[in-house]
């Protein structure tokens, strides 16, 4: 049977997803996500390299999703506030990946999918803060990381 290296990504992907999503980026298991995909482990490094390269392939893959998923409309926070918080109870184990990310990787490297998305986000509030649609007393930085804590708050209160 010949070798379908899509399929193979793509297992590997899914695993990789619930893996990091249930154990995080320190605690997760390169063999364990290598016999859920039902492939060998030498294929994730041929694919991914190390281990924190295939948690930012799986997180970029998520980030992708969310962008396209959540539609962001400086205008209109609150609706903003409620797709993020329907995307996360759809999508529990992004909501898990998001906060992975950010208990462990404070000090390193930022992705470039996840600095792309705020810093089109800062933007658009700040021009919405210059048109008067927004209030100016809060920074497009506060702001931001005011709604999107609320939605992910309310998302983890189940």
């Known amino acids: 049977m010949a070798r379908d290296a899509d399929r ?26 290598a016999a859920a995909a039902g492939c060998n482990k030498a294929m994730i490094y041929a694919y991914y390299g190390t281990n924190d390269q295939l948690f930012e392939a799986v997180f970029t893959a998520h980030v992708a999703g969310y962008l396209e998923q959540v539609p962001f409309d400086a205008a209109d926070l609150p609706g903003y506030a409620g797709r993020l918080f329907d995307y996360f109870e759809d999508h529990p184990d992004a909501l898990r990946l ?18 792309a998305a705020n810093q089109s986000r800062l933007e658009q509030l700040a021009g919405a803060q210059r048109a008067g649609l927004l209030t100016a007393g809060y920074t497009p930085v506060e702001l931001l990381a005011l709604v999107q ?9 189940n």
């Open 98 to 115: 998001s906060i992975w990310y950010r208990l462990e990787r404070p000090q390193g490297a930022p992705m470039g999918a996840v600095i």
């Open 149 to 157: 804590s609320v939605a992910t708050t309310w998302a983890s209160m």
């Open 8 to 33: 193979t990504r793509r297992r590997l992907l899914a695993a990789a997803t619930d893996e990091f999503a249930a154990f995080g980026i320190a605690g997760a298991r390169i063999d364990r996500i």
